[in-house]
């Protein structure tokens, strides 16, 4: 009885964990968010803060991946290598899409439109012919529609405000101020959406690469460090101020140290972790929650404004986001039943074929 309460604890907690792990991760993700405004609000630069967060995870992450795969390592070539320095191209935009964005409008609108990624990867999955539409399978039209659901959340969540439900205005209620303050929303609004759609680009191509070469953590490992190079050219030209590149013990220095170690180094980690264990499904079903969690952080401890145009928006994201995951698990539930019954039926001729091998 001891013995079997003890394995009932075991297989519970082994369930939980994945669970535990991307709870962390998205909750790191949001986070992030929250102090990476909060640095931008108080003069840092998103260009100086991409470098070095960058740098910092490549620091952490350059030594652990060889380390853990010191033995039995396939060969890096320069087709692999000019692949993975794409692929940071493309992270690099996104990553500078979202500091721009939650830069100009809010976190909340940030992890708002982090739902648009799969809609946009869908879309681009078929334009490079990695998926069919099929518009007699419920799959595909799910998928479909929930995409057009999402593009239209995001509308809303961009271009409509609505009034203030909680944290109201008291002051600077102008309405040059208000204009401008809606025109900011907008461009942020456009910069995450660019954002959204270079991260649906650097999973088409992050997942041709793995199949090519198979090691997460030194793919990840020469990714940040091709991103650092990237934001470290662009920072130059963008700027020329050498005050911006000092290191102040202020909200910047926080915001570095914790996008560099918890929510690069430590994020990637738990969702790499969680992948090969649940799926892509599993994590994938966890992006909704960042929302909730930078709402409650923007709200009770910074005392951000929540309008009614970002919940509305942000409900039918999710909407359309829960339909484009419900049909790609659908999918993928009938290519595994197709996979198991072309296995029996397989495995069910090969005797007949060596009964009449050895009757010969």
């Not at 000019?82 to 992270?91: D, K, M, S, T, Y």
């Not at 070469?213 to 934001?231: D, H, K």
Request: glycine share 8%.
């Amino acid at each position: 009885m001891v013995g079997w309460g003890v394995r009932s604890l075991w297989a519970w907690m082994e369930s939980s964990v994945p669970f535990l792990g991307m709870v962390l991760a998205v909750t790191a993700l949001a986070t992030n968010m929250i102090i990476s405004k909060m640095a931008m609000s108080t003069g840092t630069s998103f260009f100086i803060l991409s470098v070095y967060s960058n740098a910092l995870a490549t620091l952490i992450l350059f030594p652990c991946a060889f380390f853990f795969h010191r033995s039995k390592r396939p060969p890096l070539t320069f087709s692999i290598l000019w692949r993975i320095f794409l692929l940071a191209l493309f992270g690099y935009i996104a990553d500078i899409g979202s500091y721009a964005g939650i830069n100009y409008s809010s976190p909340t609108l940030g992890t708002a439109l982090l739902n648009l990624v799969p809609g946009f990867t869908y879309i681009l999955a078929i334009i490079f012919r990695m998926e069919g539409l099929n518009w007699r399978r419920s799959t595909d039209i799910a998928k479909s529609t929930g995409t057009v659901i999402s593009i239209a959340g995001a509308s809303v969540v961009t271009f409509y405000k609505g009034p203030a439900i909680i944290n109201k205005l008291h002051t600077l209620n102008s309405p040059i101020f208000l204009l401008s303050s809606q025109q900011n929303w907008i461009l942020g609004g456009l910069f995450l959406t660019v954002a959204a759609l270079s991260t649906a680009s650097w999973c088409i191509l992050q997942s041709s690469i793995l199949k090519m070469y198979p090691i997460e953590m030194i793919v990840v490992a020469f990714y940040c460090l091709f991103v650092t190079i990237q934001a470290g050219a662009v920072s130059l030209i963008a700027e020329r101020d050498i005050t911006a590149w000092r290191l102040q013990a202020d909200m910047g220095l926080v915001a570095i140290f914790y996008a560099g170690i918890v929510n690069i180094t430590f994020r990637l980690f738990i969702m790499s972790w969680c992948l090969p264990r649940t799926g892509p499904l599993f994590v994938s079903l966890f992006n909704p929650l960042t929302i909730v969690i930078a709402v409650v952080i923007g709200v009770v401890f910074q005392g951000e404004v929540l309008y009614c145009g970002s919940v509305a928006g942000a409900l039918i994201l999710v909407i359309g986001f829960y339909a484009v995951m419900w049909g790609r698990a659908e999918e993928g539930k009938t290519k595994r039943s197709n996979e198991t019954n072309n296995v029996e039926s397989s495995g069910h001729e090969v005797p007949l074929l060596q009964d009449k091998s050895e009757e010969a």
